[in-house]
Nanobody
Framework: QVQLVESGVGLVQAGGSLRLSCAAS????????MGWFRQAPGKDRELVAR????????YYANSVKGRFTISRDNAKNTMYLQMDSLKPEDTAVYYC???????????????WGQGTQVTVSS
Protein backbone atom coordinates (compact mmCIF):
# COMPACT_ATOMS: atom_id res chain seq x y z
CA GLN A 1 0.00 0.00 0.00
CA VAL A 2 1.16 3.55 -0.67
CA GLN A 3 0.08 6.86 0.80
CA LEU A 4 0.18 9.98 -1.35
CA VAL A 5 0.39 13.61 -0.24
CA GLU A 6 0.16 16.50 -2.71
CA SER A 7 1.68 19.91 -2.13
CA GLY A 8 2.09 23.13 -4.09
CA VAL A 9 1.13 26.79 -3.99
CA GLY A 10 -2.53 27.08 -4.89
CA LEU A 11 -3.17 30.57 -6.35
CA VAL A 12 -1.56 32.00 -9.45
CA GLN A 13 -2.39 34.54 -12.15
CA ALA A 14 -3.14 33.51 -15.71
CA GLY A 15 0.06 32.98 -17.64
CA GLY A 16 1.93 32.04 -14.52
CA SER A 17 3.56 28.82 -13.42
CA LEU A 18 3.11 26.41 -10.58
CA ARG A 19 4.71 23.13 -9.57
CA LEU A 20 2.83 20.45 -7.72
CA SER A 21 4.57 17.67 -5.84
CA CYS A 22 3.27 14.29 -4.76
CA ALA A 23 5.21 12.55 -2.02
CA ALA A 24 4.70 8.82 -1.61
CA SER A 25 5.28 6.69 1.44
CA UNK A 26 6.90 3.28 1.37
CA UNK A 27 9.84 1.73 -0.38
CA UNK A 28 8.11 0.56 -3.53
CA UNK A 29 7.38 3.87 -5.27
CA UNK A 30 9.23 2.80 -8.40
CA UNK A 31 6.86 -0.13 -8.85
CA UNK A 32 3.83 2.14 -9.32
CA UNK A 33 2.67 3.92 -12.42
CA MET A 34 1.70 7.46 -11.47
CA GLY A 35 -0.62 10.14 -12.70
CA TRP A 36 -2.24 13.50 -12.07
CA PHE A 37 -5.99 14.01 -12.28
CA ARG A 38 -8.09 17.11 -11.78
CA GLN A 39 -11.70 17.89 -11.07
CA ALA A 40 -13.27 21.30 -11.60
CA PRO A 41 -16.58 22.27 -10.00
CA GLY A 42 -19.48 20.67 -11.80
CA LYS A 43 -17.22 18.61 -14.05
CA ASP A 44 -16.06 15.03 -14.13
CA ARG A 45 -12.62 14.09 -12.94
CA GLU A 46 -10.15 13.94 -15.82
CA LEU A 47 -6.71 12.51 -16.33
CA VAL A 48 -4.24 15.33 -16.86
CA ALA A 49 -0.97 13.41 -17.25
CA ARG A 50 0.55 10.07 -16.42
CA UNK A 51 4.03 8.61 -16.23
CA UNK A 52 5.41 5.12 -16.36
CA UNK A 53 7.25 3.41 -13.52
CA UNK A 54 10.68 4.33 -14.86
CA UNK A 55 9.64 7.80 -15.97
CA UNK A 56 10.37 7.22 -19.64
CA UNK A 57 6.83 7.08 -20.98
CA UNK A 58 4.44 9.98 -20.47
CA TYR A 59 0.96 10.98 -21.62
CA TYR A 60 -0.81 14.33 -21.55
CA ALA A 61 -4.39 15.37 -22.07
CA ASN A 62 -4.79 17.56 -25.14
CA SER A 63 -5.89 20.45 -22.96
CA VAL A 64 -2.50 20.63 -21.20
CA LYS A 65 -0.12 19.32 -23.84
CA GLY A 66 2.81 21.67 -24.34
CA ARG A 67 2.09 23.52 -21.09
CA PHE A 68 2.37 20.85 -18.37
CA THR A 69 5.27 18.49 -17.67
CA ILE A 70 5.04 15.40 -15.51
CA SER A 71 8.15 13.88 -13.97
CA ARG A 72 9.19 11.64 -11.12
CA ASP A 73 12.22 11.06 -8.94
CA ASN A 74 12.14 7.48 -7.73
CA ALA A 75 15.06 8.07 -5.38
CA LYS A 76 12.97 10.69 -3.58
CA ASN A 77 9.63 8.88 -3.85
CA THR A 78 8.18 11.99 -5.44
CA MET A 79 6.26 12.90 -8.57
CA TYR A 80 5.92 16.40 -9.97
CA LEU A 81 3.65 18.37 -12.25
CA GLN A 82 5.17 21.52 -13.68
CA MET A 83 2.37 23.74 -14.95
CA ASP A 84 3.25 26.68 -17.20
CA SER A 85 1.14 29.18 -19.12
CA LEU A 86 -1.71 28.53 -16.76
CA LYS A 87 -5.24 29.45 -17.78
CA PRO A 88 -8.34 30.11 -15.68
CA GLU A 89 -9.80 26.87 -17.03
CA ASP A 90 -7.00 24.98 -15.29
CA THR A 91 -8.65 25.84 -11.98
CA ALA A 92 -9.51 22.58 -10.24
CA VAL A 93 -8.63 20.25 -7.41
CA TYR A 94 -5.61 18.27 -8.51
CA TYR A 95 -5.08 14.70 -7.34
CA CYS A 96 -2.07 12.47 -7.63
CA UNK A 97 -2.68 8.78 -8.13
CA UNK A 98 -0.73 5.54 -8.14
CA UNK A 99 -1.52 2.26 -9.80
CA UNK A 100 0.04 -1.20 -9.68
CA UNK A 101 -0.70 -1.68 -13.38
CA UNK A 102 1.73 -0.64 -16.09
CA UNK A 103 -0.11 2.64 -16.60
CA UNK A 104 -2.67 4.70 -14.71
CA UNK A 105 -6.09 4.33 -16.28
CA UNK A 106 -8.20 7.14 -17.71
CA UNK A 107 -10.72 7.05 -14.91
CA UNK A 108 -9.34 5.10 -12.01
CA UNK A 109 -6.30 4.24 -9.94
CA UNK A 110 -5.47 2.08 -6.96
CA UNK A 111 -4.40 4.89 -4.62
CA TRP A 112 -5.24 8.58 -4.40
CA GLY A 113 -3.92 11.64 -2.66
CA GLN A 114 -6.21 13.99 -0.78
CA GLY A 115 -6.12 16.63 -3.50
CA THR A 116 -4.83 20.19 -3.64
CA GLN A 117 -6.70 23.23 -4.93
CA VAL A 118 -5.23 25.14 -7.84
CA THR A 119 -6.84 28.47 -8.69
CA VAL A 120 -5.83 30.50 -11.73
CA SER A 121 -7.12 34.05 -11.73
CA SER A 122 -7.72 36.02 -14.92
Amino acid sequence: QVQLVESGVGLVQAGGSLRLSCAASGRTFSTYAMGWFRQAPGKDRELVARISRNGISTYYANSVKGRFTISRDNAKNTMYLQMDSLKPEDTAVYYCAADRALIVGQNEADYWGQGTQVTVSS
